[in-house]
């Protein structure tokens, strides 16, 4: 079954941190551009970092720059999200994502395969 299963999300304090995992099956995740999207509570689906699958480079959008960094292990299958010094804004659903396509465009949506998502909740 292709499949993308979310884990590692919980509620943590400000200033905190969490490690996502997101593990592929049904396909080889190599072959993919995939990452990370979050939605709030009422605001839009946003993106927040993904891995280009030709080169390895990453992305991040500007409001984690320096606190999130992605990772992918190849021979696990598996993509991570290390998010440190957590702040309440960024509490949201967060989505582990595929797309075949470059990163500039993941990053407006062209995403064929989305998990179904883990809680991040930050708060004190």
């Known amino acids: 079954q292709v499949q993308l299963v979310e884990s590692g999300g919980g509620l943590v304090q400000p200033g905190g941190s969490l490690r996502l995992s997101c593990e592929a099956s049904?396909?080889?995740?190599?072959?993919?551009?995939i990452g990370w999207f979050r939605q709030a509570p009422g605001k839009a689906r946003e993106g927040v970092s993904c891995t280009d699958h030709s080169d390895d480079s990453t992305y991040y959008a500007e409001f984690v720059k320096g606190r999130f960094t992605i990772s992918r292990d190849n021979a696990k299958n598996t993509v991570y999200l290390q998010m440190n010094n957590l702040t309440p804004e960024d509490t949201a659903v967060y989505y582990c994502a595929r797309g075949p396509t470059a990163p500039k465009l993941w990053f407006l949506g062209q995403v064929d395969l989305w998990g179904q998502g883990t809680q991040v909740t930050v708060s004190s």
């Open positions: 049904g396909f080889n995740l190599e072959y993919y551009t």
